[in-house]
Nanobody
Framework: QVQLVESGGGLVQPGGSLRLSCEAS????????IGWFRQAPGKEREGVSC????????YYSNSVKGRFTISRDNAKNTVYLQMNSLKPEGTAVYFC????????????????????WGQGTQVTVSS
């Protein structure tokens, strides 16, 4: 059974850091592109970052570039999102997702590319 479980969310002050984790089960993470998305209240879900399984490349949205880092621990079948210098506009539910339809692929930050989703973890950036 394919499952993605996010953890690590919480309340953090502006300028602070959090590390989100996404533990995968039921498939081998190494073979698939993985993405992190977020959805703020009243807004559409947007792509934040993704990690390719083909060449190790990563994507970051302009709003998080230079502050967020995506990484994989294939031995633990887990993907991380290190978030530094957090801003109040980063308040959202963060989701990880896997592109199980393709292997050894280059990731793109599009919702329709990803077919397996976690339940999300809340991140609140507030003083």
């Amino acid at each position: 059974q394919v499952q993605l479980v996010e953890s690590g969310g919480g309340l953090v002050q502006p300028g602070g850091s959090l590390r989100l984790s996404c533990e995968a089960s039921g498939f081998t993470l190494d073979f698939h592109a993985i993405g992190w998305f977020r959805q703020a209240p009243g807004k559409e879900r947007e792509g934040v970052s993704c990690s390719s399984s083909s060449d190790g490349s990563s994507y970051y949205s302009n709003s998080v570039k230079g502050r967020f880092t995506i990484s994989r621990d294939n031995a633990k079948n887990t993907v991380y999102l290190q978030m530094n210098s957090l801003k109040p506009e980063g308040t959202a539910v963060y989701f990880c997702a896997a592109d199980l339809g393709r292997t050894n692929s280059t990731c793109r930050p599009y919702l329709n590319d990803f077919d397996s989703w976690g339940q999300g973890t809340q991140v609140t950036v507030s003083s």
